[in-house]
C-alpha cells in the first residue's frame, strides 16, 4: 500500500499536499482500490469557499458514487481538468496525476488535526 510520508491524512481517505499556504488534495491509494474502476470525478465547487467536513465533489466508480470530503477550510482554487477525459488517471496515479483539487488555506491551525503518513496506515491496518 503506497502512503508518502511527506503527506497529510484525513480518516475520509483524502490525502493533503501541503505547499504555503496552498493545499493539493486527492483521495488515497487504499480509498481508490476499495472503490475500484473511477469513470467520473464531479466538482463544481471551484471559487467556492468550503468548510473543514463539507462535501466538495464526489467520485463515481463503477458499481458506486462517495462524496469527497474537504480536509481544511479553504478557497477551491483549481479542478484537475485532466480527471474529465481521464478519470481513471485517479487509480493509475493518485499522488500525482490523479489529483483532484487546490485550495487556499483559511485556517492553518486545521493541519494539526490532520493525520500523519503512520496514523493512516494505522486506521487502514496496512
Not at 469513470?39 to 468548510?51: G, K, Q, R
Not at 481521464?86 to 493525520?115: C, F, H, R
Request: proline residues 4%.
Amino acid at each position: 500500500m503506497n502512503i508518502p510520508s511527506e503527506l497529510k491524512y484525513t480518516k475520509d481517505h483524502e490525502w493533503i499536499r501541503i505547499e504555503g499556504d496552498t493545499a493539493t488534495i486527492g483521495i488515497t491509494h487504499f480509498a481508490q482500490s476499495e472503490l475500484g474502476d473511477i469513470v467520473y470525478v464531479d466538482v463544481d465547487t471551484v471559487d467556492d469557499t468550503v468548510e473543514k467536513d463539507d462535501v466538495f465533489g464526489s467520485v463515481e466508480a463503477v458499481k458506486t458514487v462517495s462524496d469527497l470530503f474537504m480536509p481544511l477550510t479553504g478557497e477551491v482554487t483549481e479542478f484537475n481538468e485532466a480527471l474529465e477525459d481521464e478519470p481513471e488517471q485517479v487509480n493509475k496515479d493518485p499522488y500525482g496525476a490523479g489529483w483532484m483539487i487546490k485550495i487556499t488555506i483559511a485556517d492553518p491551525s486545521q493541519i494539526d488535526e490532520l493525520l500523519t503518513a503512520e496514523a493512516y496506515q494505522e486506521l487502514i491496518g496496512a
